[in-house]
Nanobody, 122 residues
Framework: VQLQASGGGLVQAGGSLRLSCAVSGRTVSNYGMGWFRQAPGKEREFVAWTGGTTDYTDSVKGRFTISRDNAKNMVYLQMNSLKPEDTAVYYC???????????????????WGQGTQVTVSS
């Protein structure tokens, strides 16, 4: 299974971006899919998850939306009202277990994309 994240870029505070994650090798519907981010000097942190239900970290609730298109084998992260603190490298990840209880833990995931940089200027 390979994951390819794209869609990052430089945006002003208050702007929007949509990240995409292309999944190849297996059908995306077989996986729990997550988005994580990592800012310089910080640990990788959970952002959003979809696997029948959805979940978000508190700091992005109401601003970010995760979705998947099983027919296209794609997962998306729509990010609105972006803030400078959203600046990070964003990663998509796939979890074979679809285990909701551990979906915020990076070690739960089996496959990772290469990351896409999101920079929000103030």
């Amino acid at each position: 299974v390979q994951l390819q994240a794209s869609g990052g870029g430089l945006v002003q505070a208050g702007g929007s971006l949509r990240l995409s994650c292309a999944v190849s090798g297996r059908t995306v519907s077989n996986y729990g899919m997550g988005w994580f981010r990592q800012a310089p000097g910080k640990e990788r942190e959970f952002v959003a998850w979809t696997g029948g239900t959805t979940d978000y970290t508190d700091s992005v609730k109401g601003r970010f939306t995760i979705s998947r298109d099983n027919a296209k084998n794609m997962v998306y992260l729509q990010m609105n009202s972006l803030k400078p603190e959203d600046t990070a490298v964003y990663y998509c990840a796939a979890d074979r277990s679809l285990n909701y209880n551990n979906h915020k833990i990076p070690a739960q995931y089996d496959y990772w994309g290469q990351g896409t940089q999101v920079t929000v200027s103030s």
